[in-house]
């Protein structure tokens, strides 16, 4: 790719990381004129190239739901390809022409239409004949260019993708899936394949392209390598090659078997390609497979072993999956230990049996899997009791495929994202509880309440023993979760969780009632729809929230946990009671705009996002700005402050912030 398109990239992310940072989290990484200028920059440099990549701060693609996907046939069949796992039979393949070897990537094959410039269309490889257009979808994958510098139709093909570390992502917040999906292939599949492209655009597909099909007129002086070179001129990013000969072929594949150990890119093998366009071409193809190129499948290495134990793993949608725990083995340069089985349907298919002799392997040299069952014992016991909670289990059969369930709707493992919001950072701060942690520690009946998790400390072995744990890691959680004892009651009411109750709504109730809590639980609906800001639906959740007996005996215990500081209330506590503000542009007597709201919030006011006729001050350093802030607030005549013209209206200054956090 190009120094420019590279720049592009590297600009385009910048100014991305940077807008996330001001309008996600209140945060700048950057002066608003350093971000003009990286702005100005990029729009002079897609002029200059006739490039506009994916993802471009210069053009927003619009979200957009279809009923369904339409089918269309493609214009040349799309064949498989002739498949070895030997590598002599590479080198005979090559024979005394260069070949390009690139890997051999497992998604999704799309196809690319270009017109004057344009991305006209997208469309799946479906069942090679018939595919169906997703060109909607396509708009929002991360890395391809909207618009190019070729006027003429390009057709590409090339491979939709989602790297190991989004799917590992992605699973961990798929809250409301039926199932996790396996492996990275199937969730590309999916997302891709989606009807409304806002999914497609928060799953991170990514293209990589491996073959240009049409682009009449250019000069390719005969060779493929050269073709990769044109394309990604254009701004495409194209799947790693090297081209080599026949005596080069050995070292070469060796080179991409040790890359795939640590590749975020999921593949499942090397693609080998005649480098001389014509000569491939006339080879022709068969019925079945095109030869002028040839895949080649790793050897999956394997091992014997014997299994210990199954672990049945609880999730937040009620799927109880089995995980294999076996003897480790050490396989494609790691020691494994356990391969999830996914599912009853392939338990009962290996006749797997405690004791039993099993082969394992890791699919495409990365996901530890069951090979074979040597033994059969079939001896499992599915267990009728969730291991998270104790509810009882059921069997499912869904598509004939059989997968154990808990029933109890309050199942612990259900509640992951509330156990999540519990250690968050505006919540309890605990650091070390991810999600994934989380998981692990609920499944294995660790925790069951938020009480629960102060008393991690009895199962320190188990703990310290957990695959990604050691005793460094235990120390850290364990301390952080010591530091979290001590707390305010806004952290506490905003932690638990309650429906339509944030940050700033959890400040409002504790300000209302004096940060005492018992008055808070106590309070009627009706109490609480009189507050200026809730209104009836937030009282109701409020409310609803503190009778139900099984939450009012979780919030005992965890109080009992807590030593939960109450502010000191300064005379200038209500100073901003009932004044609305918008804070905007960079600040410097507060780290960021997140500590100047939180002054406000603890004196009485509030802060929003937007402009508005409630909105009684915008606080912006540059008073004298065009920004669209600054006119909304002209325009309706609302006072435009510098923060030393808001610490005047303040008057106690920021040395008496009475923060409530």
Avoid at 13 to 27: C, H, I, K, V
Avoid at 73 to 89: A, C, G, I, N, Q
Avoid at 509 to 530: I, K, M, T, V
Wanted: net charge negative; proline share 3%.
């Amino acid at each position: 790719m190009s120094q420019q398109t590279e720049r592009m990239k590297e600009l385009s992310g910048r100014l991305r990381e940077a807008s996330r940072a001001y309008y996600q989290n209140d945060t700048e990484i950057m002066s608003n004129r350093e971000y003009d200028a990286l702005y100005d920059e990029l729009v002079a440099l897609e002029k200059e190239t006739g490039i506009v990549l994916a993802g471009s701060p210069t053009v927003t693609v619009g979200y957009e739901s279809l009923e369904q996907l339409p089918k269309e046939r493609h214009e040349e069949p799309m064949l498989s390809l002739d498949k070895t796992k030997e590598v002599t039979e590479l080198v005979s393949f090559a024979g005394d022409h260069d070949i390009l070897l690139s890997w051999k990537m497992d998604g999704l094959t799309v196809v690319l239409t270009y017109q004057g410039g344009e991305l006209a269309k997208a469309v799946t490889r479906g069942n090679g004949e018939v595919g169906e257009v997703i060109t909607n979808n396509a708009r929002v994958f991360q890395n391809i260019p909207l618009r190019i510098s070729y006027p003429g139709e390009l057709i590409l093909r090339g491979e939709a993708i989602i790297t190991y570390s989004e799917f590992e992502r992605i699973n961990e917040e798929l809250g409301d899936a039926d199932v996790r999906y396996k492996n990275p292939r199937n969730l590309c599949s999916g997302s891709v394949r989606q009807l409304n492209n806002e999914i497609t655009a928060n799953r991170h597909v990514r293209f990589y392209a491996f073959a240009l099909v049409r682009a009449d007129g250019v000069d390719f002086g005969n060779l493929r390598s050269r073709q990769f070179e044109w394309l990604r001129e254009q701004g495409f990013e194209t799947v790693e090659y090297y081209c080599v000969d026949a005596k080069q072929i050995p070292e070469t594949v060796a080179a991409f078997e040790e890359k795939i150990q640590h590749y975020d890119i999921p593949s499942d093998g090397l693609v080998a390609t005649y480098n001389d366009i014509a000569y491939g071409r006339s080879l022709g193809r068969t019925a079945k497979f095109p030869r002028d190129s040839i895949a080649f499948k790793w050897q999956d290495e394997t091992r014997e072993t014997t299994l210990r134990e199954i672990e049945w793993s609880p999730s937040r949608t009620g799927l109880i999956n089995p995980v294999a725990i076996f003897e480790p083995v050490e396989l494609e340069g790691t020691t494994v230990s356990r391969a999830s089985v996914h599912n009853l349907s392939i338990l009962r298919g290996l006749k797997l049996g405690i004791g039993d002799t099993i082969t394992v392997y890791k699919a495409n040299m990365i996901i530890p899997q069951i090979a074979e069952n040597l033994t059969g014992s079939d001896n499992v016991p599915v267990p009728d009791a969730c291991p998270a909670c104790g509810g009882a289990t059921e069997i499912r059969r869904i598509n004939d495929v059989e997968t154990l369930y808990c029933t109890n709707e309050r199942c612990s493992a259900k509640r992951i994202k509330a156990f999540a919001l519990f250690v968050s950072r505006d919540a309890m701060n605990m650091e070390g509880l991810s999600e994934a942690t989380l998981e692990k520690l609920i499944a294995r009946g660790y925790i069951h309440t938020f009480a629960d998790i102060f008393h991690l400390n009895h199962f320190r072995k188990e703990i310290v023993g957990m695959e990604g744990f050691g005793e460094k890691s235990y120390t850290n959680l364990t301390e952080s979760i010591e530091r979290a004892r001590t707390t305010t009651l806004p952290r506490v009411v905003y932690a638990l969780g309650i429906p339509n109750i944030g940050v700033a709504n959890a400040k409002l109730l504790c300000r209302f009632f004096d940060y005492d809590l018992n008055r808070l639980r106590q309070a009627s609906e009706e109490e609480l729809a009189s507050i200026e800001g809730l209104g009836e639906v937030i009282a109701g959740s409020v409310a609803g929230y503190f009778a139900d007996e099984a939450n009012a005996a979780a919030v005992d215990a965890l109080i009992a946990e807590l030593d939960i500081e109450k502010p000191q209330r300064g005379e200038n506590a209500e100073l901003f009671a009932g004044k609305t503000f918008v804070i905007t542009g960079s600040v410097e007597h507060f780290a960021n705009r997140s500590e100047l709201k939180a002054f406000i919030e603890d004196r009485g006011g509030k802060v929003t996002g937007s402009v508005t006729k409630k909105t009684d001050y915008l606080i912006n350093n540059d008073t004298a700005s065009n920004s669209s802030k600054n006119k909304k607030a002209r325009e309706l005549q609302i006072p435009v402050l510098s923060e030393e013209e808001f610490l005047a209206l303040a008057s106690d200054g920021k040395g008496e912030d009475d923060n409530a956090d």
